[in-house]
Structure formats: C-alpha cells, structure tokens
T-cell receptor, first 113, second 114 residues
Framework: SQQGEEDPQALSIQEGENATMNCSYKTSINNLQWYRQNSGRGLVHLILIRSNEREKHSGRLRVTLDTSKKSSSLLITASRAADTASYFCATGAGGTSYGKLTFGQGTILTVHP | SQTIHQWPATLVQPVGSPLSLECTVEGTSNPNLYWYRQAAGRGLQLLFYSVGIGQISSEVPQNLSASRPQDRQFILSSKKLLLSDSGFYLC?????????????FGPGTRLTVL
C-alpha cells in the first residue's frame, strides 16, 4: 500500500496565488521528498527534507515536515501557469533500504493564467 | 552530467505478446535502478529494483520480470502481456550509498495492451 497520501487530490488556482499541498505517511522515515510530473513525462525531483529538519526552502518552494504528525506540506508561492503539473511526495527509509522510495497518489495542480 | 534513457516512448501490443522495455543510464557507475508502473497518471508502484548486475528484487508478484545484464542497463520483460499490464512505465536511478534517496527518472514508456 502507498505510504504517502496527498491532499487535496486536485487543486485549481489562479496565477499569482499560493498553492499548498499536504502529504501524510505512516511509518518512520529518513527523508521526505517532493517530485513534480508534467503530463506524460517522467518525475523531476524538487526538494528533499530530512527527518531532523522542520522546514526547507528552494526558490518559490517551501517544505515543512512534522514527524510527530507524520505529515509534510509543500507550498508554492506566486504560482505560474507553468507550475501546472502533478506533485508527489515520496518517503525514504535511508540506511539499507537501497534508496527505495514510497510514493503517494499525488496532487494535480492547475494554475489558470 | 547523468542522463537516463528509456525506449520505446510508446508501445501498443496485443494481449499475449511478449514485451521488452529498455532503460540505460549514462554518466554514473553502479547506480541503483528501479522500474515503476503508474496507472491513470496517479501514484507510482515500485515493480523491481536492482543494486548491481544480475541482482534483481521484485516488489510485487506479477506477470513481469526484470534483468540487469550490464551495469547501466535495466530491462523490463514479459512473456505474455495481459490487459492489466497497460500503463506508464518509468525507470529511475539513484546513487548507491548516497547521502539521500533522491531518484532521477527517465521519460517513461506508455504501454497499451489491446
């Protein structure tokens, strides 16, 4: 079964607005990552946050992690039409897990110009 | 820099026919390699992973098999395709023993079984 569950399943906003996506997971993790997928393409790594971190920034992206609640959020500020894509969270166990990740079901983000 | 290739990009096959999808990685050595299937544009299901030549681990029982004949080549196969094998197949790699589990994905193969 999928470890990560994203919420909402779909999000529709206007250009310039902020977009927030949430991810919950069930077991202990070493890190949590967010990926982006444009329609019909492969996934692209966006940002990684480790289990001992609470917040991380990269450009217009802000990720938070609450290990006590087993949840994470991805905030995209000042969204653009080009941000339209599916966004997935993925959890990694680290150690001897051979780099395996468990992906959530994703949030489909549509940004209207 | 590292690149990952998958082919073919799209494939339409009849039920019962064989399958061979190929993935190759350039610019790195001894990567971890992964095959995923994605149904209906949603979550990814890990099918196989490999930590070295000839070393394949299966995550779910299914009609598919994987092989790694060379360090940077990963092949997904089936002897007889089922309708349920339709989907978007993604190959990915990661650094063995890396500081993170970050994976780098190929462009994918869209498989339709009729």
């Amino acid at each position: 079964s999928q470890q990560g569950e994203e919420d909402p399943q779909a999000l529709s906003i206007q250009e310039g607005e902020n977009a927030t996506m949430n991810c919950s997971y069930k077991t202990s993790i070493n890190n949590l990552q967010w990926y982006r997928q444009n329609s019909g393409r492969g996934l692209v790594h966006l940002i990684l946050i480790r289990s001992n971190e609470r917040e991380k920034h990269s450009g217009r992206l802000r990720v938070t992690l609450d290990t006590s609640k087993k949840s994470s959020s991805l905030l995209i500020t000042a969204s653009r039409a080009a941000d339209t894509a599916s966004y997935f969270c993925a959890t990694g166990a680290g150690g001897t897990s051979y780099g395996k990740l468990t992906f959530g079901q994703g949030t489909i983000l549509t940004v209207h110009p | 820099s590292q690149t990952i290739h998958q082919w073919p990009a799209t494939l339409v096959q009849p039920v019962g026919s064989p399958l061979s999808l190929e993935c190759t990685v350039e610019g790195t050595s001894n990567p971890n390699l992964y095959w995923y299937r994605q149904a209906a544009g949603r979550g990814l299901q890990l099918l196989f992973y490999s930590v070295g030549i000839g070393q394949i681990s299966s995550e779910v029982p299914q009609n598919l098999s994987a092989s790694r004949p060379q360090d940077r080549q990963f092949i997904l196969s089936s002897k007889k395709l089922l309708l349920s094998d339709s989907g978007f197949y993604l190959c990915a790699w990661s650094v063995v023993g890396g500081a993170s589990d970050t994976q780098y994905f190929g462009p994918g193969t869209r498989l339709t079984v009729l």
